[in-house]
């Protein structure tokens, strides 16, 4: 794994690499050609669509997506609900909220309005045609009807065939759809909010139900019924060694049977297929360029620089008026996925208090090597 060694060397490297090409390094900040551009971009772009789609969704746990739709799982089984139900966000809908954004004055105000706004989730009309099950829970018996088949399972029985005992209060998510399979979390709200997954096959044949443990998930994956379900868990390498593992800073290793965890202080992007280095620090530093790998080469310790990006938070401060002299209380990634990060930016006072707030988008879409930089206030501290 990389370690705080190498991370430096590859910094130095880097700067080397920028001075050769006649750019300007970080250690002349007074010369910085960052441009940083007031306010969100004049027309619409894939990853910031994709971001307000994953902002405005809360907490919903994605189930699809391509260029038309983001689809997202509702409401779950709870005490009070039995049958899980889906919703979607359409592309063209997020251009039209997008633009609603940039022709306003309070864009924060727009998009705290469509956080988690059922106006705004519009009903999946063909569920099957995104394999979407129904799935309904009477008791301990779980009635799916997927696109293939429609089956009961009795999961105080299935448990009980894993050493686990289930209580009569149960909690139930989807978490993964594809066209061969999809994954269930079974929460046991009388034992501790113990969590369990249920994987079944799309012809409801097959399915495994296992603790939610590192050890108990390794352990599955040496064997043979693991690859029912591999499909669930998008590779994010070339060779196809390494899958997103859809859990916070973990990806699979399927040779070794591992789940990798990336350590420390870097951040993994919200596809897996990237890693921040650095990019949990509470407040990024500006004395180097902040760096990005592919996940594939950070595994493997190799040098190989993805993409770079800068922050000068004295120009930003400058450039929104602020009374700072660029100190910041919180500098930090709220959102990292392919080809954007996101940043909150917390600016101190020149003797006390707080002299303002921002958040600042940094798209690669156009040029990896030479992203674009937004500073808009939208009010958005984190996306958890």
């Not at 030479?370 to 996306?383: A, G, I, K, N, Q």
Request: hydrophobic share 35%; proline share 3%.
């Amino acid at each position: 794994m990389q370690t705080k060694r190498t991370i430096r060397l590859m910094t130095m490297t880097l700067i080397i690499s920028m001075l050769l090409i006649g750019c300007i390094s970080q250690a002349n900040k007074e010369d910085t050609n960052i441009t940083y551009q007031t306010g969100l971009p004049e027309k619409e772009t894939k990853p910031i669509i994709k971001m307000i789609s994953n902002y405005i969704s809360s907490y919903h746990p994605t189930l699809a997506s391509d260029e038309q739709r983001d689809i997202y799982q509702y409401k779950g089984i709870n005490l009070e609900n039995n049958t899980i139900t889906y919703f979607q966000y359409k592309t063209d809908d997020m251009i039209d909220h997008f633009n609603r954004l940039i022709d306003d004055d309070h864009p924060d105000q727009i998009l705290n309005d469509l956080w988690d706004n059922e106006t705004y989730m519009q009903d999946i009309n063909n569920p099957n045609n995104w394999h979407l099950p129904k799935i309904t829970l009477e008791k301990e018996l779980l009635h799916v009807n997927s696109n293939k088949a429609e089956k009961q399972f009795n999961l105080s029985e299935i448990a009980v065939e894993e050493n686990i005992e289930l209580s009569n209060e149960l909690l139930v998510d989807i978490e993964r759809v594809h066209e061969t399979a999809f994954y269930i979390k079974v929460t046991d709200v009388n034992n501790d909010h113990e969590t369990y997954r249920f994987y079944i096959t799309q012809d409801l044949q097959n399915y495994v139900f296992l603790d939610d443990t590192t050890e108990a998930f390794e352990q599955w994956m040496t064997d043979s019924s693991f690859d029912d379900f591999k499909e669930l868990y998008p590779q994010i390498d070339e060779a196809g060694s390494l899958l997103h593992s859809f859990t916070y800073q973990q990806i699979l290793d399927i040779e070794k049977s591992k789940i990798i965890t990336i350590p420390e202080n870097d951040l993994l992007s919200k596809d897996g297929k990237y890693v921040l280095l650095d990019g949990q620090d509470q407040i990024l530093s500006e004395e180097q360029p902040l760096v990005i790998q592919k996940t594939e080469d950070y595994i493997a310790e190799d040098d190989k620089i993805y993409a770079t990006f800068e922050i000068d938070y004295k120009t930003i401060a400058e450039q929104l008026d602020f009374k700072s002299d660029g100190a910041v209380s919180m500098g930090k990634v709220i959102y990292f996925n392919e080809d954007i990060v996101v940043l909150f930016i917390n600016f101190k006072a020149p003797v006390a208090g707080q002299a303002g707030q921002t958040n600042v988008i940094i798209d690669f879409s156009a040029d990896k090597d030479d992203p674009t930089y937004y500073v808009e206030d939208l009010d958005v501290h984190s996306f958890d």
